[in-house]
């Protein structure tokens, strides 16, 4: 007893200096549970001594399934690589073709993680490369999906079938070319792989490749004979490409298959494709070769015509007619814009029709143009028949009569002229209901013909340099101005569904603005916040909430400095995607904090202090400082200054601060006049005043284009104009003296003040356009009697205003215009409000508008916005 004691006491001894030399158990559990999970982490690691140590004298079934999943040991060493175990696994009698819960095997996960070694010992101890695992996936579909071309080969000797398709019929070839594994498709091929072989959906590899883009597959594939079909669906490859906007597997699927560019020309009718999806496509299909961008656009004109005629068909569904139509010149002006040569100057394209190669492709869309023409002369001659004789009414059929005597007594306009089987249906003339001054005919033409026209204004927008509108657009309203009315005042929301050039082009603006003002301001808000965040990326979510790493931390101390500090650090990205502010030690945070934020941010921007502003003689609203050099920092502050502002805009914040009209006119583009002087000087304002009221010629002023100025304590004689000392104001040229005068003490004195104002504003707000600046770049052409129409249209607007003081409540002037007084009055004040008010000052009301209260005018007020991106956005009134 004695002894077997000793000698138990010495083999545990044993065991444990060994257990302690290896740092490990020497012996296995007799549980193979407990047992398994003492081999695994060994396993995982390859130490295949300690593993072949502890299996030698252990009746651990080496087939154990375990875990979830109830995988054995050989699939751990096959999925993990360790080649070694693996081998003494086999030898020991691991089951190479034992499949876990899911089916797979350990030849699947060796496979799968590209495990060469352990692949061809599998191989050696005979696994079964055809075994599926539940979802059909064989060892080769493994490869095939990661691309393990030099493994795939040497499995595919092993295989029988190389074709197995899995539960939904899909092969290696489908997911090789899915993924874009060119090697694995070639080698795949070369095995015998069926090229068109489709699966249980009936989509064949081909249309695996185009739903992801795969340009190269699916070269490789049409290169090897592959058929273009559909699945089952009727969805074909190009669908997929077009809806994934897989420009350059388009390019590849036309180049192989000639028929398919007709399809997709025709694809830009079909709304279930996204748009941008569709200009993707194009965009790179158009820039392969000058033949390719000719062609398209050629195709988008003629298509385009096709719909615009359908759409004057009044047996056309009006809603399906006008969005396709639209969308087709969308596409197609986008297009046009990425050509060889962009328009720089409008000399050669957009004013008398196509006159060069590049614009022959609009040349198909005259044959609408024409339509569209013809049916607003119609109706302008119905409304000018009612007016003379207003007992009598037209009906849709006497229009319809009216058209086919025109197009008699005009046969070579025939072709082109719009469809009538609508109008001449009888059904449609019983259910229509007759009003006077041919109402009737509005009311059935008004929106289609708008929709045209608006399909017209962009298809000449395109062919001109950026800011510049057609003046074949201008003659066109111009010729058509009495319909157009007619339209807008019958259905003011026209203008935000169709009529956008009122909004966008201040030359045509004025001749609808009685009608632009009656808009609700909502309407007109929202125009202006759509047009604004239109092309934004993520424009949808503009406003959502920002992550803390944005959070704008500011001190309340300090709130100028930190804040100048903490915007110039955030990207105006992230700036622009929303706002959160806290301060300093304070737990608060939203929109109200914001709101606070903006609020003593606008009155630090004001503050003295800081000298960057300074008061004008009203003493209530405020302009730049010409000294503001006296810091060092002054135009970096400016610059954050017009950021601030621009950002508040940006995001419908409303902050505290009251401009001069000169300061708001810099923001605008409009040139200042001698009566904005008065706002800093009105004494020296009444004098330019008196100058410009009487006869200077006998008065023996000996004023030359000079004056005096204190520049740094002393005094200096600056020129307003090359050799002015030497040029004496006469009775001729006095209002040019009152003008560079004007500018002088308005502009010049604070040119870099304005431009780092600016450079700040335009970051978050795009640069607005004055109409008489916009009037010089287009230089309207005149055309026949439309000249006289357009006189008042084009000359150049000069501002007269007058405001009386305003006390903190008012608002203050952003802008405004002259337009000609069609009753020879002479020019009326305009006037356009821009109130920034902050806290609880800016709450909305339940219409979502901001209520702002009013600045006077002379004269019956007229909003000519010199800019559609922010006037349209604010109110005026009038007093006598």
């Known amino acids: 007893m004695m002894e077997r004691a000793m000698e138990q006491l010495n083999v545990q001894l044993s065991r444990l200096t060994r257990s302690l030399r290896r740092a490990r158990t020497v012996e296995l559990p007799e549980d193979n549970e407990t047992a398994v999970y003492t081999l695994m982490p060994m396993v995982m690691a390859d130490q295949h001594r300690s593993v072949s140590e502890l299996l030698l004298n252990s009746k651990f079934d080496v087939n154990y399934a375990f875990g979830r999943v109830k995988r054995s040991l050989l699939h751990i060493a096959a999925n993990c690589g360790s080649v070694e175990c693996l081998v003494l696994l086999l030898k020991r009698g691991a089951n190479p073709n034992y499949q876990d819960i899911s089916g797979c095997t350990p030849l699947h996960l060796a496979a799968r993680n590209g495990q060469k070694k352990c692949m061809g010992r599998l191989l050696e101890y ?13 060892a080769i579909h493994w490869l095939a999906v990661n691309g393990r071309t030099e493994l795939l080969h040497d499995l595919v000797q092993h295989v029988t079938n190389v074709d197995v398709e899995d539960a939904m019929g899909q092969t290696a070839l489908h997911v090789a070319c899915q993924n874009g594994h060119k090697t694995t498709v070639l080698c795949l091929l070369d095995s015998g792989a069926d090229i068109n072989r489709p699966n249980v959906s009936g989509a064949t590899p081909l249309y695996f490749a185009c739903s992801h883009g795969q340009r190269d597959t699916a ?38 298959h000639g028929r398919l560019f007709q399809s997709l020309i025709q694809m830009t009718q079909n709304d279930d494709i996204k748009e941008n999806m569709l200009r993707q496509v194009f965009e790179h299909v158009s820039q392969q070769s000058d033949g390719h961008y000719q062609r398209i656009l050629t195709s988008l004109a003629e298509i385009a015509t096709t719909n615009g005629h359908k759409l004057l068909s009044l047996s056309s569904s009006f809603e399906a007619q006008m969005k396709s139509l639209l969308r087709i010149v969308r596409i197609f002006c986008h297009v046009f814009r990425l050509g060889p040569s962009s328009p720089s100057n409008g000399n050669d394209m957009g004013y008398n029709g196509n006159k060069t190669p590049r614009s022959q492709v609009f040349k198909p869309l005259e044959l609408l143009w024409h339509s569209l023409d013809e049916w607003l002369v119609l109706i302008s001659t119905e409304l000018d028949r009612n007016r003379k004789n207003p007992s009598s009414s037209s009906s849709s059929s006497e229009i ?57 204004y962009m298809c000449c927008s395109c062919q001109m340099p950026q800011g510049m509108t057609s003046p074949r657009f201008i003659e066109f309203v111009c010729n058509h101005d009495e319909v157009l009315k007619c339209f807008v005042t019958r259905n003011p929301k026209i203008i935000f569904n169709h009529f956008h050039f009122l909004l966008e082009c201040p030359e045509l603006m004025s001749r609808f603005m009685h009608i632009i003002k009656g808009q609700p301001f909502k309407d007109r808000c929202e125009w202006f916040y759509e047009h604004l965040l239109a092309g934004q990326p993520d424009s949808d979510m503009v406003h959502r909430p920002v992550n803390e790493n944005d959070i704008l931390l500011i001190h309340r101390d300090s709130i100028f400095s930190s804040s100048c500090e903490m915007v110039s650090k955030s990207t105006n990205e992230k700036l622009k995607q929303g706002i959160a502010v806290r301060f300093h030690g304070e737990e608060g945070m939203g929109q109200g904090v914001v709101r606070e934020w ?95 009221d009487n006869d200077i010629s006998d008065l023996g002023l000996e ?115 002259e337009e000609p007084d069609s009753g020879g009055a002479g020019p009326h004040a305009a006037v356009c409000h821009w109130k920034f008010q902050g806290s609880s000052r800016g709450l909305r009301f339940p219409d979502g508008g901001q209520r702002f209260t009013e600045v006077h005018s002379r004269r019956r007020a007229v909003l000519l916005q010199p800019a559609a991106y922010l006037q349209h956005l604010h109110q005026h009134a009038e007093t006598p």
């Not at 059904?427 to 007759?434: A, L």
């Not at 052409?781 to 903190?808: K, N, S, T, Y």
């Open 126 to 138: 005979n696994a079964d490369v055809n075994i599926c695992n539940n979802e059909g996936l064989t």
């Open 400 to 456: 319809a009569s009216l058209l086919l005597k025109q197009r008699e007594a005009d046969p070579s306009a025939s072709a082109s002229a719009p469809k009538l089987p609508s109008l001449l249906d009888p059904q449609i003339v019983m259910e229509t209901e007759v009003y006077p001054d041919g109402e009737d005919v509005i009311s059935m033409t008004a929106n289609r013909l708008s929709a045209v026209i608006q399909a017209f």
């Open 219 to 256: 070269q490789i594939l049409l290169s090897r004979g592959a058929k273009y079909l559909a699945d089952k669906n009727g969805i074909t490859p190009l669908d997929l490409c077009v809806q994934g906007g897989y420009g350059e597997t388009c390019e590849i699927l036309i180049q192989h």
């Open 703 to 817: 004023l030359t284009f000079s004056v005096e100025t204190d520049v740094f304590g002393a005094m200096a004689e600056v020129p307003l104009k090359p050799g002015g000392t030497s040029i004496l104001v006469t009775q001729d040229n006095k209002a040019e003296y009152v003008q560079l005068v004007t500018e002088l003490r308005m502009t010049r004195a604070i040119q870099p003040q304005i431009n780092a104002f600016l450079q700040g504003f335009h970051t978050f707000i795009p640069p607005l356009a004055h109409p008489a600046l916009r009037r010089v770049r287009t230089g309207a052409p005149a055309v026949g009697d439309a000249r006289d129409r357009c006189a008042g249209l084009v000359q150049e607007h000069r501002v007269h205003q007058r405001l009386r003081p305003r006390g903190a409540g008012h608002p203050v002037v952003l802008g405004g215009g």
């Open 598 to 692: 903006f609020d003593i941010l606008s009155n630090e921007i004001i503050n003295p202090d800081y000298g960057l502003f300074t008061q004008s003689a009203d003493g209530t609203t405020f302009q730049p400082n010409s000294n503001s050099s006296v810091n060092p920092d002054h135009l970096n502050y400016f610059r954050f200054a017009g950021q601030i502002l621009g950002l508040a805009l940006y995001h419908r914040q409303l902050v505290n601060i009251y401009f001069t009209r000169s300061f708001y006119k810099h923001i605008l583009g409009i040139p200042v006049n001698y009566q904005d002087v008065a706002s800093i000087d009105p004494e020296y304002a009444k004098n330019l005043q008196w100058i410009l």
